[in-house]
């Protein structure tokens, strides 16, 4: 039989994992998506054209993002921390990215968002399938997936009406202001998961 402070500590962090996963594809994947062409075009001044570099640039920043997540270590409880750093480490590229104007650094400062989100969503994916229960890892990420995948179609067609009429600053707003109160919610369901842990269950 398992202590049921370990148990609930490692249900504890799958929850917040599956949160900042979500988060990671709804709000970073979903901007990317209204950005590669709004961004380039309306913001930087450059011709439609630029909407193939800016996806080159993206996909480029994946590659070197895919391996420098696997660079980190979740082992014991270090995805406690991890987690949530590499969650806020997009957003500190947002900020900028809302007011360069000028093309080069645009564009850098673009890939470097696209680095740091393939960054999150590696190590947060990476932590589910390790810490899923084998018997329901399949589950847990076939569901995961699936909202995931929804809450970033709808962010992307609500964002992508915003900047048409109000413009991409908005979405930007949004997304940082939404992605700042992800930790609160995965903390939160932490909590419970914890509360609501048996005194000591089988291993």
Not at 93 to 110: E, K
Not at 185 to 193: D, E, I, K, Q, T
């Amino acid at each position: 039989r398992r202590p049921a402070a370990a148990q609930a500590a490692d249900d504890a962090r799958l929850r917040s994992a599956i949160v900042y996963f979500i988060a990671a594809i709804c709000l970073y994947q979903g901007f990317h998506n209204i950005a590669r062409s709004a961004y380039p075009v309306r913001q930087l001044g450059l011709p439609e054209a630029a909407i193939g570099l800016v996806q080159t640039l993206t996909n480029v920043a994946y590659i070197a993002g895919a391996f420098a997540a696997a660079r980190f270590s979740l082992a014991a409880n270090r995805y406690a921390v991890v987690g949530p750093l590499v969650h806020l480490a997009p957003m500190l590229f947002l900020v900028p990215l809302a007011l360069i104007t000028a093309q080069v650094p645009g564009l850098l400062t673009y890939a470097l968002f696209a680095f740091g989100f393939e960054v999150a969503f590696c190590v947060h994916l990476r932590y589910i399938i390790t810490a899923a229960p084998a018997a329901r890892m399949g589950t847990i990420v076939a569901n995961t997936n699936a909202m995931a995948m929804g809450a970033m179609v709808c962010f992307s067609l609500a964002g992508s009406w915003v900047a048409d009429r109000v413009g991409l600053g908005a979405v930007t707003g949004a997304v940082l202001l939404l992605g700042l109160l992800v930790p609160a919610v995965a903390y939160g369901l932490a909590r419970r998961a914890a509360a609501a842990a048996p005194a000591s269950v089988s291993q």
